[in-house]
């Protein structure tokens, strides 16, 4: 499996602050990806990055930023947290465009209040 | 209509018994199929992909793909209720993405 770490594990925060959640790998992988999970919708792809400060969105993207200066991280930034964004939020991972396997890191779970 | 849809569940399934998951895609151009298993309260964990028509067998999982269908199905045969969790299709969109399906509850009854 691929070693990626995501910090903190769990947030609570306040609507109108700024967030920040990390995600680091150790397996060289080009690609990255955060996703959030809510009940009812699975896994919806918020950004993703594929190489070093190249970031596109994805379906999800509105009060999300990234930023990617190094391979290994990838942050994701809530800019103005609502309680909307309340949420369990994913990074992945994928070596490259050969095979399209991503493994996941643990979750934080966002709570906006 | 969704771009990947599953049936939500929850499957409740006899210990021992074949536990089959289907998921259907709607992108013809889909190349890259796979199944995550996600516990509750836990990342999701890739446990089959495939990515030509036919079978593909990995001890008690196979995955079964038919893309003039345009399904995927996961076969567990000998179902264990350590097999209980939430199971994801992914399929492959152009641009490096994977397309999810919401997945379905398994419940395998002891």
């Known amino acids: 499996d691929a070693g990626i770490t995501q910090s903190p594990r769990h947030k609570v925060t306040e609507t109108g602050t700024p967030v920040t959640l990390r995600c680091h790998q150790t397996?060289?992988?080009?690609?990255m990806y955060w996703y959030r999970q809510d009940p009812g919708h699975g896994l919806r792809l918020i950004h993703y990055?594929?190489?070093?400060?190249?970031?596109d969105k994805g379906e999800v993207s509105d009060g999300y930023s990234v930023s990617r200066s190094k391979t290994e991280d990838f942050l994701l930034t809530l800019e103005s947290a609502t309680s909307s964004q309340t949420s369990v939020y994913f990074c992945?991972?994928?070596?490259?465009?050969?095979?399209?396997?991503?493994?996941f890191g643990p979750g934080t779970r966002l709570t906006v209040l | 209509q969704k771009e990947v849809e599953q049936n939500s569940g929850p499957l409740s399934v006899p210990e021992g018994a074949i536990a089959s998951l289907n998921c259907t895609y709607s992108?013809?151009?889909?190349?890259?199929f796979f199944w995550y298993r996600q516990y509750s309260g836990k990342s999701p964990e890739l446990i089959m992909f495939i990515y030509s028509n036919g079978d593909k067998e990995d001890g008690r999982f196979t995955a079964q793909l038919n893309k003039a269908s345009q399904y995927v199905s996961l076969l567990i045969r000998d179902s264990q209720p350590s097999d209980s969790a939430t199971y994801l299709c992914?399929?492959?969109?152009?641009?490096?993405?994977?397309?999810w399906g919401a997945g379905t509850k398994l419940i395998i009854k002891p």
């Open positions: 992108d013809r151009g889909s190349q890259s």
């Open positions: 397996e060289n992988h080009r690609y």
């Open positions: 992945a991972s994928q070596r490259g465009l050969e095979k399209y396997e991503q493994f």
């Open positions: 990055s594929y190489g070093v400060k190249d970031t």
């Open positions: 992914a399929v492959n969109r152009r641009n490096y993405q994977l397309i």
